[in-house]
């Protein structure tokens, strides 16, 4: 969120962080038309505000960016990928990560993919599953922005957009219930309740910042060490030059990071680029890979390669690379084979070593990357608001009575495919019901 410059210090000394200031006196405020201030109108701050207007509350909801829900708008091809029906709400930690995946369990209990679906249904959206339970709008992403603004509409909620907010801070009265005070662009406004929906870090040029870990910290509520996660991966220049040919190429693989019971490993599309690699199957274990750690790829996981280069070796005379162009892609086969002379033969005159050591390259290659593409390319953030400061039913701070983080700003992100979506449904939909009148 954009901020102007203003700083505090509290009653015990600590110097608040910029732009935030923190109050632990007791102000005259005056009565506020609303009953609660929701920050972020993404997929969580609109859902929020349209459950929570549509319970009776008076809501104001409030963002700096330009266009309403712009990561909805670019997500899943420009047609996003909304929610998963095979999401399994009894086992969150199979589609979660986090410090806590369980934490998740309650929220998505209670909202679940069917329940969205339903909401889809009932504004006649057309949609369609692509593969794996995710599912898409047919036409755009822009009929779900429509859906979740005409939903806001019927509860009523009042809509500043762009409005920057200036500063957040708490007034406590004698029976130490907080009012939340929030200065924006168009005056300041009060009250009881406040809703954290910012989001993450990802996506920068859309607006993203770092102003819901601000407010934490003001709050002095826990961190979990944040990262890009859903991201595409990257390598060491020289090392990749051999592989930056490939760039366009796209192919099935099995790929996997960690060992024994740490072991993650997904079947997805892998996608080569110049400067490493990309598609979902990176995208995915991203989520799970740590730096400086590497990652192993079956780049034929459908294949026993060294039994069907065994069988060609007693059939063929074909190149090698030309048996190989029938099992992986052609330019795959053809820059692997690049890789030994041994390679660079007739099938039928190859060693049996040399044929078992193509074949357990390709099977698998382990490589490390030196790191990501960062927020700019990330879909999401790992890390945020650690769940131990919040309720799992009603998302609420423990330590601050009234202040609420849903969605992305919390320590739960999900695997790609409509997961890190229904989370914010959701968490939206949990701290909703639990917001008070008056």
């Known amino acids: 969120m954009g901020a102007a410059a203003c700083a505090a210090w509290d009653n015990s000394g600590f110097r608040l962080p910029e732009p935030f200031a923190l109050s632990f006196a007791v102000p005259q405020v005056p009565s506020s038309p609303f009953d609660v201030i929701i920050i972020g109108a993404g997929a969580a701050g609109l859902f929020c505000a349209a459950q929570a207007g549509q319970r009776g509350l008076k809501v104001l909801l409030v963002d700096h960016a330009e266009k309403v829900a712009e990561k909805i708008r670019i997500s899943g091809g420009g047609r996003c990928n909304f929610t998963n029906r095979d999401l399994d709400v009894r086992a969150p930690h199979k589609h979660f990560v986090g410090q806590n995946p369980q934490f998740c369990r309650s929220a998505l209990s209670r909202y679940t993919p069917q329940d969205f679906i339903a909401l889809v249904e009932k504004h006649g959206i ?3 599953e692509k593969h794996k339970g ?5 036409r755009s992403a822009d009929d779900l922005i429509r859906m979740l603004l005409a939903e806001c509409a019927d509860g009523r909620v009042t809509h500043w957009q762009p409005c920057a907010v ?7 009265d004698d029976a130490n219930a907080a009012r939340y005070s929030v200065e924006t662009d168009r005056g300041t406004v009060q009250a009881h309740q406040l809703v ?3 989001g993450g870090l990802s996506i920068p040029k859309i607006g993203a910042t770092d102003f819901g870990y601000r407010i934490a910290t003001q709050f002095r509520l826990p961190l979990i060490e944040r990262r890009p996660g859903l991201v595409p991966m990257t390598f060491d220049g020289a090392a990749w030059e051999p592989y930056a040919q490939l760039s366009g190429l796209s192919l099935a693989v099995e790929i996997s990071t960690g060992s024994k019971k740490e072991r993650m490993a997904f079947v997805e599309d892998l996608l080569f680029t110049h400067r490493g690699l990309s598609g979902p199957a990176v995208l995915q274990i991203s989520s799970y890979w740590q730096p400086g750690t590497p990652i192993a790829i079956n780049l034929a996981p459908q294949v026993d390669l060294a039994d069907a280069l065994q069988q060609a070796k007693s059939r063929s005379r074909k190149l090698i690379a030309n048996e190989l162009a029938g099992l992986v892609p052609s330019r795959l086969a053809e820059a692997w084979v690049q890789q030994s002379p041994d390679w660079q033969r007739p099938v039928n005159e190859a060693a049996d070593k040399a044929l ?5 390259k390709l099977s698998r290659w382990e490589l490390t990357p030196t790191g990501t593409e960062g927020y700019k390319k990330a879909e ?3 890390g945020g608001i650690d769940t131990r400061a919040l309720s799992q039913q009603s998302m609420e701070a423990k330590t601050q009575p009234g202040l609420y983080f849903i969605g992305e700003v919390v320590d739960i992100t999900g695997w790609l495919g409509g997961y ?3 989370w914010a449904w959701a968490s939206a ?3 909703a019901q639990a917001l008070s009148q008056g």
């Open 126 to 128: 057309a949609y369609h």
């Open 134 to 138: 995710q599912l898409f709008a047919d």
């Open 166 to 172: 200036r500063a957040v801070q708490a007034h406590h």
């Open 196 to 198: 954290i929906a910012t």
């Open 356 to 360: 078992a050591r193509l074949a357990d």
């Open 380 to 382: 999401v953030t790992l």
């Open 420 to 422: 890190n979506f229904q």
């Open 429 to 431: 939909y949990a701290c």
